[in-house]
Nanobody, 124 residues
């Protein structure tokens, strides 16, 4: 079983930055693909960014491309650096994990492990 804990959410003005962290309970997390998803007010949960276990592949939703960066801080932590935030980025952000897989990093249903979420609010 893998437990994920997100942190780093908060309130920020438009144009500002936040960095989200996702810490995993498993000692060795390096063989897991990691993803970030979000659910805005009255919206479905949507893909934001993902990084493959091998770190040779990252993908982003078009809405955040060029503004958000996903990376691994160490074997147990994944980061989401969010820059130039917009009010439409307001959402609960969720970290997700799955054992190494070659494809479909953006597919929510392929991730069996999820955190509880951290709220990001961007004021205009």
């Amino acid at each position: 079983q893998v437990q994920l804990v997100e942190s780093g959410g908060g309130l920020v003005q438009a144009g500002g930055s936040l960095r989200l962290s996702c810490a995993a309970s498993r000692r060795t997390f390096s063989n897991y693909d990691m993803g970030w998803f979000r659910r805005g007010p009255e919206k479905e949960r949507e893909f934001v960014a993902a990084i493959a276990w091998s770190e040779d592949k990252t993908i982003y939703a078009d809405s955040v491309k060029g503004r958000f960066i996903i990376s691994r801080d160490n074997r147990n932590t994944v980061l989401l650096q969010m820059n130039s935030l917009k009010p439409e980025d307001t959402a609960a952000y969720y970290c997700a994990a799955r054992y190494e897989s070659a494809s479909y990093l953006y597919r929510e249903g392929t991730y069996p492990y999820w955190g509880q979420g951290t709220q990001v609010t961007v004021s205009s």
